[in-house]
């Protein structure tokens, strides 16, 4: 599934302009879209989430998103809260975002993300730093048999750069680069090998330790419906094991403001060979 963030932005600008295949709406001001998705894949993992956009003036958005993802390979079942802000001016924007991603039993993360970007009817280039700060608990047995609880705490920096262009009518093609960069060795941290798995399913590798991503996608529209070919590799921070997905989704509306998006993939893993997954997204906008 794409990352909270970047399915935040994608129903933002989507909900710009109503729905796709129909026309913008002069003052976005008031609008909203509202997005129910859900994702699984061949190793029993799956992700829900819940997201809504507001269009608090034609330029300022609000989101929210709500979900939650497990992975049977690591053992965790994760809740996710995100809220973000975003704000144009002109052909320049920023927004903020914050994000809770865990399992309080195994893996926490609390993340700040900042984006600069600059953007025009045929291109929109940005640049990103996020922090992250996260929280390993585990246990340990003491003297007598006692069960001792403690905590790792890892902090990580995270720069990104996303562009989108439009090279000609019905097209536009996208491109994202992510390196981060965690303060401590990560091989040592509490069981780092089941964790480690959660960058090998793409539901769950946006809040996995990964060391940086690439990806590429391009995008056509047909009739009145939008077809997206992506593809992702990203490289483990722990082993430098390389995850790869090939995914392909088709969005068409279904309703004067309902569209429905389906989308297939295949991830390749060099320690869990390769697996589908698919997935369904419900968008409904308002006013």
Known sequence: MRSVGMLCAALAALGASAAFGQEPEP????????????????????????????????????????????????????????AAVDRRFDRVGIAFEVEHW?????????????????????????????????????????????TIS?????????????????????WQLYFGATENDYERDLSVLPRIDRLNALSTSTLTLANSFVDHVRMFAAEREVGRALVNVSYTEDESAVDGSRFETLDAAVLFPVGARVDVEVNVGNGRSDFFGSGLYGGVLLLVYGR
């Open 150 to 170: 403690r905590h790792v705490g890892v902090g990580a920096d995270g720069v990104a750069v996303d562009v989108r262009v439009r090279p000609a009518e019905r």
């Open 27 to 82: 003052d976005a001001s008031g609008s909203w879209a509202l997005g129910l998705a859900t994702q699984v894949d061949e190793e029993s993992n799956d992700s829900r989430l819940v997201t809504f956009n507001w269009g608090v003036t034609p330029k300022t958005w609000l989101s929210f998103a709500a979900g939650r993802s497990s992975s049977d390979q690591a053992n965790v079942t994760a809740d996710t809260l995100v």
């Open 102 to 146: 865990g399992d309080p039993d195994a893996l926490e993360s609390k993340d700040l993300r900042g984006t600069f970007y600059v953007a025009s009817d045929r291109f929109r280039i940005g640049f990103s730093y996020e922090r992250r700060d996260i929280d390993v608990p585990f246990t340990l047995t003491g003297p007598l048999g006692r």
